[in-house]
């Protein structure tokens, strides 16, 4: 199969080469500078990159296609069990990085981890996490988080626990636990079958299992994870906790007034949109 070929039907289909050369490369094996020489593609390739490049084109998010995503300049593996990772949540590594210089000796919990791309970020970008766990109510989920632990070699800084949010380390003593945690969540904050605020290619292809999960707001689930968290320090007698959270576009008002009347301290954080997509929020 002629290169030019696939160059002729990405224009056909309006796509871009640079990401279907992703394609191509990642079945092929070849590599940039190897591609870029190469006149033709081998035909025992050809089915399946045709085959790709038509779920392409027919909306399949390429991350899904390629089995990974970009994000905080690290790769990570992805597949259809977990959201894929978005540049808006690197606000959310940035100042929790942040946070961890002010503390030593820093346990960091990830709730509803999904890849795992929050923890591993953070973890590599910072000395200053003693160790880790990283929780999930999907064992799918847990499945790519673990392949990813792997592949950055950081089986022996994280533990992964399957659990409905922090209630398997809220309610138990036996976790090792450091007087200064940090935790973060990205959980589903969409509003059950929302989709005027979705595009269709998240609504058909992500696991709805991360995207929606209560009706009224959007923020019920974090209401539970902030009385977990609670329940965590008073259990432990943990000194400090910083909770840093993700939320919709439309939920700074209610978040805001939720925590206030918890008497929390609040940090609001804007994305690159100019959005208010992060909070730290003080135990």
């Known amino acids: 199969m002629k290169k030019i070929e696939i160059l002729n039907l990405c224009k056909d289909l309006n796509l871009k080469y640079s990401n279907v050369e992703k394609i191509i490369l990642k079945e092929t094996g070849l590599s940039k500078s190897q591609l870029f020489l190469a006149e033709e593609i081998n035909d025992e390739f050809k089915s399946n990159i045709l085959k790709q490049i038509k779920d392409y084109s027919n909306g399949l998010p390429l991350e899904y296609i390629i089995s990974e995503a970009d994000f905080y300049s690290e790769v990570f593996y992805v597949n259809s069990n977990v959201l894929i990772p978005r540049d808006d ?20 919990i990830d709730v509803w981890t999904g890849t795992s791309c929050i923890p591993i970020s953070i973890i590599k ?9 990283v929780i999930d109510i999907s064992e799918k989920a847990l499945d ?4 990813n632990i792997q592949n950055h070699k950081l089986e022996r800084k994280i533990q992964q626990l399957n659990s409905d949010l922090l209630s398997e ?7 090792k636990l450091n007087k200064n945690i940090i935790i973060t969540a990205n959980l589903p904050y969409i509003k059950d079958w929302d989709f005027e605020n979705i595009d269709n290619e998240t609504m ?6 991360a ?7 959007g923020f019920e689930l974090y209401e539970k994870l902030i009385n977990q968290v609670f329940q965590l320090k008073k259990l432990n007698n943990i000194s400090n906790i910083i909770l840093f959270i993700e939320i919709g576009f439309d ?13 929390l301290k609040w940090t609001y954080f804007k994305d ?12």
């Open 89 to 108: 949540t690197e606000i959310m590594v940035d100042k929790a990085i942040e946070e961890a210089l002010m503390y030593s000796n820093i346990t960091l």
């Open 125 to 133: 970008n910072s000395s200053k996490i003693e160790n880790c766990y």
């Open 144 to 147: 790519v988080s673990l392949k």
């Open 169 to 175: 380390i809220a309610w138990n003593t036996w976790y």
């Open 204 to 209: 058909e292809y992500e696991p709805s299992l």
């Open 211 to 217: 995207l929606y999960w209560w009706k009224e707001t």
């Open 251 to 263: 939920q700074k008002d209610y978040s805001k007034q939720y925590i206030q009347d918890l008497w």
């Open 272 to 283: 690159n949109s100019g959005i208010n997509r992060c909070i730290k929020i003080v135990f």
